[in-house]
T-cell receptor, first 112, second 115 residues
Framework: KAGVTQTPRYLIKTRGQQVTLSCSPI?????VSWYQQTPGQGLQFLFE???????NKGNFPGRFSGRQFSNSRSEMNVSTLELGDSALYLC???????????FGPGTRLTVL | DQQVKQNSPSLSVQEGRISILNCDYT??????FLWYKKYPAEGPTFLIS?????DKNEDGRFTVFLNKSAKHLSLHIVPSQPGDSAVYFC??????????????FGQGTILTVHP
């Protein structure tokens, strides 16, 4: 079975721009979640989608948003980028009813 | 408000010895605990997990112990190998159903295993 895939792997943007990151979960996994990893804050939960609906949300500003499609693929969007948004963004998927969450390789976003 | 804490930023161990990584949590609603291993610029890799109804779970060289009354868990790696060198994260999730999709992570412990 293929693992969680994320595109692109690397991105460089400038302040004020917006960015969209994509994630394809493991086949059969309907829950998709997103995390941000920074040196200062560690791994922080952004949001989780299940059946195209946001089911859990972390403490991030409204500039961070996401969506999930009918095939379980997910995208997250960050608008009006700030320098502090530079981070590794990780997508993860899991089977419904289990906490075993599997992560993708991440997208490294650099905001200049 | 750090609900999951890994108080040791780093741990250095000799090859063949035991590595013990510790994790404390404050939220009594956490019901499931997981350990992940992470290399730089890669996503975390699931290692082992434990439900709150158990106090021990083993998988090969990895054993996780849970002390609910102390809100403490530990990961034991025996014997340690140089390839185990990585950052180890402890994570916790709430009780079942819709809470499983949200993991709360500790800050991580850098494990270095010397040959």
């Amino acid at each position: 079975k293929a693992g969680v895939t994320q595109t692109p792997r690397y991105l460089i943007k400038t302040r004020g721009q917006q960015v969209t990151l994509s994630c394809s979960p493991i086949s059969g996994h309907r829950s998709v979640s997103w995390y941000q990893q920074t040196p200062g804050q560690g791994l922080q939960f952004l949001f989780e989608y299940f059946s195209e609906t946001q089911r859990n949300k972390g403490n991030f500003p409204g500039r961070f948003s996401g969506r999930q499609f009918s095939n379980s693929r997910s995208e997250m969007n960050v608008s009006t980028l700030e320098l502090g948004d530079s981070a590794l963004y990780l997508c993860a998927s899991s089977l419904e009813g289990t906490p075993h969450t599997f992560f993708g390789p991440g997208t490294r976003l650099t905001v200049l | 408000d750090q609900q999951v804490k890994q108080n040791s930023p780093s741990l250095s161990v000799q090859e063949g010895r035991i590595s013990i990584l510790n994790c404390d949590y404050t939220n009594s609603m956490f019901d499931y605990f997981l350990w992940y291993k992470k290399y730089p610029a890669e996503g975390p890799t699931f290692l082992i997990s434990i439900s709150s109804i158990k106090d021990k779970n083993e998988d090969g060289r990895f054993t996780v112990f849970l002390n609910k009354s102390a809100k403490h868990l530990s990961l034991h790696i025996v014997p340690s190998q140089p390839g185990d060198s990585a950052v180890y994260f402890c994570a916790a999730s709430g009780a079942g159903g819709t809470s499983y999709g949200k993991l709360t992570f500790g800050q991580g412990t850098i494990l270095t295993v010397h040959p």
